[in-house]
């Protein structure tokens, strides 16, 4: 039988989508016919990043504060500690909360410049796991934390990364979001790692559907994400040709679903990148319709 992994998808599962704030007028109006187009699958929530340095601070709130006031999603604001003090945290905590946003994405996030040690504001909270603990003391926010099947850069060995992991929860994290990765193997090693520990946790698989390979080496050398090698053999030749990209890109992304649906995954993040063909596409085979 050559049915497709995900064939067997019945509409059992909860997808979210992530979202950067948009910094022109034209990104801004891809941005929101985006979001009109995935609105209809019913996300259980859509999430809006922070950029490096709180260097989106405004933009991220004010598209959050969009989101609250046309649309009926449910937001989740990214936070970051970098370059703030804890006052100046817990101020834009408390205005979310007063906005109506309930749910936070509750990060570290990176030092200004790559490649340099991170180092906390001397106010300010030194990483997430001490930001989880902050913001659950304000209000009793959803919190979700990042996690890195791959490990995380910074960490000592995985059972370090893991020990973090287990602290960000421990502080009231209600779920993590994973890094994107391209092997469902690696997902699930992680994943039982964690439910070893603390069972019942939610662990969600953040998906890249890639479509620019040398956009995302750029950014998986940051964060710890491997690129396999077979990744690039797919794209080769394929630069001038996007449309042939993106169908190459939806069904690598597809059948990595398919994976981890097969292996007992439910819920799924995507990262949209502000784009909204892949993703939908992507959750179509997989079952979740308007
Ligand atoms: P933390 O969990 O605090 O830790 C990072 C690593 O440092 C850990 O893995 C651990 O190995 C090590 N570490 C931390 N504390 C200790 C300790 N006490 N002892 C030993 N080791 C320690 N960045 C942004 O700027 N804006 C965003 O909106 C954003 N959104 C993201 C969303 C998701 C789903 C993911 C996965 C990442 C996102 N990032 C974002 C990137 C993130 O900020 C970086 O990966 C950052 O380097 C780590 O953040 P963290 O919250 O995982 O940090």
């Given at each position: 039988d050559h049915a497709p992994l995900f064939a067997e998808a019945r509409g059992d599962i909860a997808v979210s989508f992530e979202f950067f704030p948009p910094r022109t007028d034209a990104m801004a109006e891809t941005l929101w016919r985006s979001?009109?187009?995935?609105?209809?699958?019913?996300?259980?929530?859509?999430?809006?990043t922070y950029g490096a340095g709180g260097t989106t601070r405004t933009r991220t709130h004010a598209t959050v504060r969009r989101l609250i006031r046309e649309t009926g999603l449910t937001p989740a604001a990214h936070?970051?500690?970098?370059?703030?003090?804890?006052m100046e945290i817990d101020s834009i905590a408390r205005d979310y909360w007063a906005l109506g946003v309930r749910h936070i994405v509750a990060l570290r996030g990176d030092p200004p410049e790559a490649g340099q040690a991170y180092a906390p504001h001397p106010e300010g909270y030194a990483n997430a796991a001490e930001l989880?603990?902050?913001l659950k003391a304000i209000a009793p926010f959803e919190i979700s934390v990042a996690a890195y099947p791959e490990v995380h850069?910074?960490?000592?060995?995985?059972d370090s990364d893991l020990d973090n992991l287990l602290r960000k929860i421990d502080a009231g994290?209600?779920?993590a979001i994973t890094q994107f990765f391209f092997s469902a193997e690696c997902f699930f090693r992680f994943r039982d790692r964690v439910a070893a520990k603390r069972p019942g946790v939610e662990i969600v698989p953040g998906i890249l559907p890639v479509s620019n390979v040398?956009?995302?080496?750029?950014?998986?050398?940051?964060?710890?994400?491997?690129?396999?090698?077979?990744l690039d053999q797919m794209f080769e030749g394929l630069d001038?040709?996007?449309a042939a990209r993106q169908l190459v890109a939806a069904t690598i992304a597809g059948e990595l679903c398919g994976q981890l649906y097969a292996g007992g995954v439910r819920q799924f993040h995507f990262y949209t990148l502000?784009?909204?063909?892949?993703?939908?596409?992507?959750?179509?085979?997989?079952?979740?319709?308007?």
């Open positions: 979001i009109e187009t995935l609105a209809p699958l019913r996300p259980r929530f859509v999430s809006v936070l970051t500690c970098v370059g703030a003090s804890r989880v603990a902050g850069p910074d960490a000592n060995c995985p994290a209600d779920r040398g956009q995302t080496r750029k950014f998986a050398g940051q964060c710890g994400a491997a690129i396999p090698a077979w001038d040709l996007p502000n784009r909204a063909e892949l993703a939908y596409a992507i959750c179509h085979m997989l079952g979740v319709r308007a």
